[in-house]
């Protein structure tokens, strides 16, 4: 186990240890309400201490359900001498037997242990939170990616751990199509690479994914954006028929438009926007692309009917079908030369 700790780096509550690299440490917390990153740590940090040590003794703790003098047990010294992994979750549910003995051990922890807090946010067991990030010992911050750039950010990153090729398009395609939850991105991801002989392209991603909801409403927003009405409302009517909720259809019209306003207003290179925006360049170089088909005024107008369709399909009319495709037809209609 020796090996493995001389591995581990200390990390700040400003500097976060990222969750892929995480090495095995006497403690390591990870804290934090993204439940499939939380895991993914774990089951890293729990592959790298095997791979040092095969014969770990892996024990596990509920902090919520702590019976006092347990950790001390768990982490004292093996008969057989064999190093010990002891994982703990629902930190953030601990008791007060649990605290005690957690602060406690954080003075002198045992070289041979591997200890992994799981802590999935709030304000419950803060104390011992800060100590463990005044003491230095690795933090993995497990955040939900809100962001597509976030979520393009996972893909790739997936993709090059995997060994596969992706393209960029691609990238944003399957985010478009899966993306809402993050534990079926991942698996969309594995899929792939495992089935893909060659580069993911957007038609592979579209032929595995393209059915799904959040594909088509994209599919209707690239239409519309491109000024094709006919293939917009087309798209839109097949979805609608085959049961889509008009709710993520105006959502992606709402996320393509902001996406070319936000360009729209911005100055510099793409890389420089990119930065600025927290966007991927080749994101900014296509929605630059687009912006040249637009005038103010149609942006103007295409963003406010958006706004109108959003609070009717949320509500405010008896007809959300009507909203989108109203919504649909002034934005293929406001594109400059149509």
């Known amino acids: 186990m020796a090996a493995v700790q001389k591995r581990a780096t200390r990390s700040t509550a ?70 010990k992994l002891i994982e703990v979750e629902a930190v953030e549910a601990m008791n007060d037997a649990f605290l005690a003995d957690a602060l406690d051990y954080l003075g002198h922890p045992e070289s041979d242990a591997v200890l992994v807090l799981r802590h999935s946010g709030g304000a419950r067991g803060k104390k011992l939170l800060d100590a463990v990030k005044k003491a230095g010992w690795p933090v993995v911050d497990c955040q939900p990616l809100k962001k597509d750039a976030e979520k393009v950010a996972f893909v790739s990153a997936e993709f090059k751990a995997g060994g596969r090729r992706i393209e960029q398009e691609a990238v944003q395609a399957l985010v478009n199509a899966v993306g809402a939850n993050l534990s079926e991105l991942a698996s969309a991801c594995s899929q792939l690479i495992a089935d893909a002989g060659t580069t ?15 594909a088509t409403a994209f599919k209707v927003a690239d239409a519309a954006m491109a000024g094709n009405a006919p293939l917009a409302l ?95 037809t002034v934005i293929a209609m406001s594109v400059q030369g149509r």
Do not use: C
Request: charged content about 20%; proline content about 6%; cysteine-free.
């Open 14 to 83: 400003s500097n976060p240890a990222p969750w892929r690299d995480v090495s095995p440490a006497s403690i390591v917390l990870i804290s934090g309400p993204e439940e499939y990153l939380g895991i993914r740590a774990m089951d890293s940090i729990r592959t790298k201490v095997r791979a040092a040590a095969p014969d770990v003794e892996l024990s596990r703790i509920n902090a919520a359900a702590y019976e006092a003098g347990t950790l001390l047990m768990q982490v004292s010294p093996s008969l057989f001498g064999e190093s």
């Open 234 to 328: 087309s798209t839109l009517r097949h979805a609608l028929a085959t049961g889509a909720d008009p709710v993520p259809l105006v959502a992606a019209l709402a996320a393509k438009l902001r996406t070319v306003a936000r360009v729209a207003g911005a100055s510099g290179s793409s890389a420089q926007i990119a930065a600025e925006l927290g966007m991927q360049p080749w994101l900014v170089e296509q929605a630059q692309r687009e912006v040249r088909q637009w005038s103010p005024e149609g942006l103007v107008r295409s963003i406010q009917a958006t706004a109108e369709a959003d609070a009717q399909v949320k509500g405010l009319s008896r007809d959300p079908v009507y909203a989108v495709e109203h919504a649909v």
């Open 200 to 214: 993911v392209t957007t038609d592979i991603v579209d032929r595995y994914y393209g059915g799904r909801i959040e």
